[in-house]
């Protein structure tokens, strides 16, 4: 069992030996990229499974998703104002993960960014150049500030972070469940707020347009940067240098003179601020108010995001996306083929548990490369 | 006030017993050195089985069908808490994330399923009935409290309780299962099957909060939506809170019961009017934080749990 542990470490020494640092760098991300491919067709063929299991065609299945999420470019528009809020939450996880933590505290966060953007939507009134950002600006500053609580508490008394987290996603919860009905209520309805008005939503005519009239938003553009940034910060800055040491070791970091502690708060900050964002791209861009009573699942698929990705910024785009065409795409196969729309989730959810068992799909892919060996 | 506390009680204690056998649930898997935050997929499990079996026996069986639908609710969520056990012992997957998509899987599945069958994703039961046990109920005091209008489900659970703190602190197959949650490589040493008592642990606690989802559907809730409200994930909280102890668990799950039952019902006692909603509301949640961070120093969480065990 060992032997089958070192194997792909032995492969990384060999391409080391062969040509040098880069080889192995390339061999380790072809390799997680094709483990991801794999969990992916895994769970699909799953879904294909539970598709057939209640008497329905898988092919067409599929085919109406696609079709779904990309006949025409209203859908496409649609597909990607979906992915946009799980791009925020799957790069919020995946900095996170990289710091050794694991921010299921995401929805919490997202609901305080998103009450905060609702909050200053309906209270300021300011020409859109300025008003957009102020909005971002704040649902960033409130994820953060939300995100600290478990980031102190796991620094400084050793609480875990996932306890935490849930405790505060649902006092997040509830708090939104009071503050919208009672500060900014909608006209009618007592369970959500008022319309966001035109010149605070992300959502601006002539990208609308563009895509005839999809829920596509500049969230999309603001999420992008944000993963070129974070790209940036984990792999060019001392900072990520920092970050990634206390998730590879922490004791190691500490050892050589790292503060671990400085770097767990500060790690959750920026997942809390990533969150925050999303809650902004989700509550006044893909929609138009803030419902209450409803934890954002988002905030959970980003950790799926995160995985699929390989917590690394670009994986978390091509993951976010491929989700995004899952989510929006599942609607018309409902409607096409009366097969249930949570197969989307479904099959998310098994990617997810295939993932997770990565190794699994390691060890059979090294024992594909010894009979090809064989084979020569 | 009395009668305000003796008037909630019977709310409190329906919404303690699911929340109670999910932790005991817990408990037994942590202890064997195994994070389980996959209870809330698990009690999901067991409500959407019991809902089907129940849905479908009810017109012919009545209470038995009630009692097949727990049993069979226990079974499926042993079954189901393999996934877990097989990614997190064999395979040495992250718990947590294993844990995770546990949850995710059981949410989408079972409401894929019930929209299969029933159209609407809900799938609608009888509830049992409430009943006081004679005797007991005219003890002054207590026997308002706890032996009024109560489910024949809740003495199951408590029954529960009291075999786990035996089985745990007082039986071999209990030392086995905490050493390999303290320190499987000592356990193994000694000759301990660690792979073995890991896998009775994981499954111990998909039954338990399999029969804890069953629970919430045949008392208060009576309908399968496709979640528990969160209630495996407050089950693992009150598991910390009680410090990985039976009756630790016991107190933290009836604070939980008993305050989020205030605060549901606070519109309508006069002391508790006054205060927004929100604040109790939240008020467990904070509490939880904070009695966290109290026992942190002293925390008396398994040292082994969540760390993958290899043998040799």
Known sequence: MSNLENKPNNQEMEGLTETGKIKKVRIKGNRNLVVSLLAILFGLIAGAIYMLAIGKNPITGYYFILSGGLKNLERIGNTLATATPLIFTGLSAAFAFRTGLFNIGAPGQMLMGGLCSTALALTLNLPQYLFLPVILLGSMLSGALWAIVPGFLKAKFNVHEVVSGIMLNWTAYWIVYYIIPTYFKAEYLETESAMIPANASLKVGWLSSLFQGSFINLGLFVAIVAVVLIAFILDKTVLGYELKSVGYNRHAAEYAGISVNKNIILSMMIAGALSGLAGAAFYVGYASNMQIGVMPSQGFDGIAVSLLGNNTPYGVLGAAIFFGLLHSGKGFMNAMTKIPPEIADTIIATIIYFSATSIFIERMLDALKRRKRGAK | ?312
Request: charged share 10%.
């Open chain 2, 1 to 312: 006030m009395w009668d305000v506390i003796t008037s909630i009680s019977p709310y409190a204690i329906a919404y303690t017993v699911p929340l109670l056998i999910t932790a005991l649930g817990g408990l037994y898997s942590e202890r064997s050195g195994v994070v389980n935050i996959g209870l809330d997929g698990m009690m999901i499990v067991g409500s959407f089985t019991g809902a089907i079996i129940i849905n479908a026996l009810q017109p012919t069986m009545h209470d038995t069908a009630i009692w097949i639908g727990l049993i069979a609710a226990t079974i499926v969520g042993a079954i189901f808490s393999l996934l877990h056990a097989f990614a997190s012992i064999n395979l040495k997957a992250n718990q947590v994330i294993s844990g995770t998509a546990i949850n995710m899987i059981a949410g989408a599945l079972t409401v894929f399923l019930a929209r299969n069958i029933t159209g609407s994703g809900n799938i609608r039961i009888n509830a049992q009935s409430r009943y006081s046990i004679p005797i007991l109920k005219d003890i002054p005091i207590i026997g308002d409290l706890f032996f009024k209008q109560t489910y024949a489900t809740t003495w199951l659970v408590v029954f529960v309780l009291i075999i786990s703190w035996f089985v745990i602190y007082k039986t071999s197959f209990g030392l086995r299962l905490r050493a390999c949650g303290e320190h499987p490589h000592a356990a193994d040493s000694a000759g301990i099957n660690v792979y073995r008592i890991r896998y009775i642990g994981v499954m111990l606690s998909g039954a338990c909060a399999g029969l804890g989802g069953a629970i919430i559907l045949v008392t208060y809730s009576g309908e399968f939506n496709g979640n528990v409200a969160g209630m495996g994930f407050l089950a693992l909280a009150a598991l910390i809170f009680g410090q990985w102890k039976p009756f630790g668990i016991l107190a933290s799950t009836l604070f939980f019961g008993f305050a989020s039952t205030i605060a549901n019902v606070s519109r309508v006692i006069p002391e508790l009017a006054e205060i927004p909603s929100v604040y109790l509301k939240i008020f467990p949640y904070i509490v939880t934080l904070i009695a966290l961070i109290l026992s942190a120093k002293s925390s008396q969480a398994p040292r082994a749990a969540g760390e993958p065990f290899s043998h040799g």
